[in-house]
């Protein structure tokens, strides 16, 4: 199975002995190595300790049962190993081992190591115990800020962060937010993996539960280290830079201008237009730019949070301010300073929290949930929102100071739909990120789909069309999106009306498909968020699950 699925890419030379696959190695170069761990006449980890010694740019890839953990982590201690293979593997397994086993070894870079923010000592004892047998560096942080001046050094691999600290999701934000590419691995108890998908959203790349196990805590933290180190191989000078406000077309031009212009005004800037439309990047951008681009960038989605949840997450809280509120806790106006604070869908705040939040424009200071001493806050605040601000106010929903307070200056994000031209400038940006993320080289469009593209409405708008391109590039065998490859730009608007069946059946078939239509786009425009599709439909998580279910649909496609 693995030459057959290899000779597709690559030039296969197998070895029915470890002496002859060594002595390949001696003859000439290769790219990669493949040992399975359980080899009769030579360990696979010997092996590949003296492959390292004969060649030591080839990467190195392990092979091994998925209850053979402990052999696995054997070998990640020798430092022989530079991927791995769980039985049993796909041919997408495979071929992403071998590009990132390539990419690793192709990388000359010293340093790395962990970052950690700690509940227990305890663990802090078996983590340094078991990183420094595996040749990996780690320094445990004391609060935030030791954490902050860490990721502002170069070099951190991970981040391990407990959960059960009250300043975890400041943490976990703060990892998000900063400039390094350090990937969040997160350590919980069974109760945390149901919220592994909002956490996977605030930029957590895996996490590892309680009581922790030396041989998964080192394969989880292995992983990451290889997969940071491919993704800067990959990625090269241009994805080193943030992302960009992308198209040539007149109103990007337009909108590039008027950023420029603006972001060193230290002003309130109101961030309008349709959900997808790439909001948040105007606001990252802002922020890059201008003055305040050495302080955070921090963002919260006011839709996405209770009225409670709200204050403690922007104003911070008090201990012993509410149940579980067992230590103090800074905000997010705190932790911004002297940085920027986004606050998105700001159309979905309360009318007591409007309030709450107009006090605080206007005079720069709060008070921490349960607190009695003012604080005060120097961060930019920008907000964005996809609702008519004017219309609502026009209903008693919206405050019109605060409307004058954020809009001091408005940006208007073009929907896809207006802007058309941009399209394939998009798909080759999208393309190339998502060759390098995936580990995909040589990733092209058929002229077929392309014109698909263009022909489509994108109610999801740019968010939809990556998200489109990104199920093109994984269930594209050879790395060429097709036109079948693309079922959101497939579907069209219309529900077709089947008038050789019966009325009361040609209704429920219709019916059927509209609701599945519905729910398609919506997952889409949500990226697989569960929740907010919900909230969105105006439907319980679980009858939504219910109704996913009865039509075929898998959220987790969307994300």
Not at 71 to 88: D, E, Q, S, W, Y
Not at 188 to 193: A, F, I, K
Request: one cysteine or more.
């Amino acid at each position: 199975a693995l030459r057959r699925w290899l000779v597709r890419d690559f030039e296969v030379e197998t070895s029915e002995s470890a002496p002859q696959a060594l002595e390949l190695l001696r003859e000439r170069p290769f790219d990669c190595v493949i040992a399975d761990l359980r080899m009769p006449e030579m360990d696979g980890a010997e092996l590949l300790t003296r492959a390292a010694e004969v060649s030591p740019r080839t990467g190195r890839i392990a092979m091994s049962a998925h209850n053979d953990l402990e052999t696995v982590v054997r070998a990640i201690n020798r430092g022989a190993v530079m991927g791995f293979l769980i039985k049993p593997f796909t041919f997408h397994d495979i071929t992403s081992a071998v590009y990132r086993a390539i990419a690793r070894a192709s990388t000359a870079r010293a340093g790395g190591g962990v970052l950690a923010l700690l509940e227990s000592e305890a663990d802090g004892r078996n983590l340094t115990g078991w990183l420094a047998g595996a040749g990996i560096a780690l320094r445990i942080c004391a609060d935030l800020d030791e954490l902050r001046a860490q990721l502002g050094k170069e070099g951190w691999d991970v981040v391990l962060i407990d959960l059960d600290l009250p300043t975890a999701l400041d943490a976990l934000r703060l990892v998000a937010g900063s400039a390094s590419d350090a990937s969040a691995l997160l350590l919980g108890d069974e109760r945390s993996l149901v919220l592994s998908e909002d956490l996977g959203r605030l930029g957590a790349r895996d996490m590892v539960t309680k009581p922790l196990r030396e041989s998964e805590l080192l394969l989880r933290v292995h992983l990451l280290v290889v997969e940071r180190r491919a993704r800067e191989a990959a990625a090269g000078p241009a994805e080193s830079g943030p992302a960009q406000l992308v198209g040539e077309s007149e109103v990007m031009a337009s909108l590039r201008r008027m950023v420029k212009t603006i972001a060193s005004v230290d002003c309130a800037v109101l961030i309008r237009g349709e959900t997808g439309t790439g909001k948040e990047l105007v606001a990252a951008t802002l922020h890059r730019l201008g003055p305040r681009a050495d302080g955070a960038f921090l963002a919260v989605n006011c839709a996405a949070l209770t009225e409670t949840l709200f204050e403690s997450e922007v104003f911070g809280h008090e201990r012993g301010a509410f149940t579980g509120a067992v230590q103090q806790k800074r905000g997010l106006c705190e932790l911004a300073a002297d940085g920027t604070l986004l606050l998105d869908e700001i159309g979905e705040l309360s009318p007591a929290l409007q309030a709450k939040l107009l006090r605080f424009l206007e005079t720069g200071e709060f008070f921490r949930v349960g607190g009695t001493t003012p604080l005060h806050s120097n961060a930019r605040i920008l907000a964005a929102t996809n609702r008519e601000l004017g219309a609502m106010i026009e209903a008693g929903d919206y405050r019109a100071d605060l409307y004058h307070r954020l809009s001091t200056i408005e940006i208007f994000v073009p929907a896809l739909r207006e802007h058309v031209e941009d399209i394939p400038q998009l798909v080759g940006h999208f393309l190339e990120r998502l060759a390098r993320r995936h580990q995909r080289p040589g990733i092209s469009i058929d002229p077929d789909a392309m014109e698909e593209l263009l022909q489509y409405r994108w109610p999801g708008n740019v968010r939809e069309l990556q998200s489109v391109l990104e199920r093109g590039v994984l269930l594209s065998p050879d790395g060429r999106v097709r036109k079948g490859l693309l079922p959101r730009a497939a579907e069209g608007a219309s529900v077709t009306i089947d008038v050789a069946l019966p009325l009361k059946d040609a209704v429920a078939e219709a019916s059927r498909k509209a609701e599945h239509e519905y729910l398609v786009r919506l997952l889409a425009l949500c990226e697989g968020n569960v929740a907010e599709t919900a909230r969105r439909a105006g439907i319980d998580r679980r009858n939504l699950y219910r109704k996913l279910t009865l039509l075929g649909i898998d959220p987790t496609s969307f994300r």
